[in-house]
């Protein structure tokens, strides 16, 4: 349930249904405008729903009460009436007209290797360093990330290079660690339904890059963003990476409409990862463009110097070269729908 307060309403008509809610075993989660404040009723109504809607009609400052339908309550483009904009540090954001640029290679090295491809990304055009601290492989005896270290030297790149970091969390016991050092946490496709986890980082205030599972539905993709709205750090950006299908020449199946799907459904951010989406260097450019055209708010890509000789992931990451190039074409794009990268 959604209830909207008009312009003139008082903080004491917002504490009395926040009062009724709390009364009735609901949360309410409050979210204020310039003009308007919106509550959301979260729980178990226990068969009051409609006799909750019609007390709550009749409070004062109340303009509007929504009945939401779908399970996902703080996502949903109901509760929140304007695109949400994440900022993610040193004016850094994601949302908004600017569609934003996140590079890097898939997992971090050396501090030598990682200098020479912040560089090269930060010359382009990315204002958010992407790099792996912590990494899941299928083999237990594939390299598995530097771990704090690796994070010490991320964390160092992205201040020299004026850059925002983002780093994937695999593990609760991770989440102190990687809150440390880096910007942003990353929840993979493997992880988006640890829900452990989603609460965890929901109890952090760091930004959340929330990736679509390899077999999750556009639901499946919400709820799992409701749990970390639900425990109050709103700061979450969806990113559509692929999912499995029967097609084998990619790595994964790039769900293109994925992006205004879920613009349709919620106000969170929206971004792309060719890279993953198709494992393979000579679609990623075609796809990262196809997504800016869609209305993804940002493109997430992998950069290595020497693919060859990358511990992680080499074979689907773009030279700094060919980055930059990409680059040119998607500011080309952007601009012809309207939006902007600098």
Partial sequence: MIIKLGSGHTAEHVDAVCRLAEAEGLKPVVEYGSLITVICFIGTFNGRYQAIMDQVRTM????????????????????????????????????GQEVALIAGPCAVESAERLDDIARDVRAAGATILRG????????????????????????????????????????????????????????????????????????????????RGMSATIEDLLMSAEYVLARGNRSVVLCERGIRTFETSTRNTFDVSAVPNLHEKTHLPVIVDPSHATGRPELIPSMALAGIAAGADGVHIEVHNAPKEALSDGPQALLPAQYRELVTQMRRVAEAVGRVIK
């Fill in 60 to 95: 004062d400052g109340v303009d509007e009460v929504i009945k939401v339908s779908a399970p996902y309550k703080l996502a949903s483009w109901l509760e929140h009436r304007e695109r949400t904009v994440v900022d993610i540090g040193n004016n850094i954001r994601v949302g």
């Fill in 132 to 211: 792996g601290a912590f990494k899941p492989r299928t083999s237990p005896y594939s390299f598995r990330g530097g771990g704090e270290e690796a994070l010490k030297i991320l964390r160092d790149t992205g201040l020299k290079y004026g850059m925002a970091t983002v780093t994937e969390v695999m593990d609760t016991r991770q989440v102190p660690l990687v809150e440390r050092y880096a910007d942003m946490f990353q929840i993979g496709a493997r992880n988006m339904q640890n829900f452990n986890l989603l609460d965890e980082v929901g109890g952090t205030n760091k930004p959340v890059l929330l990736k």
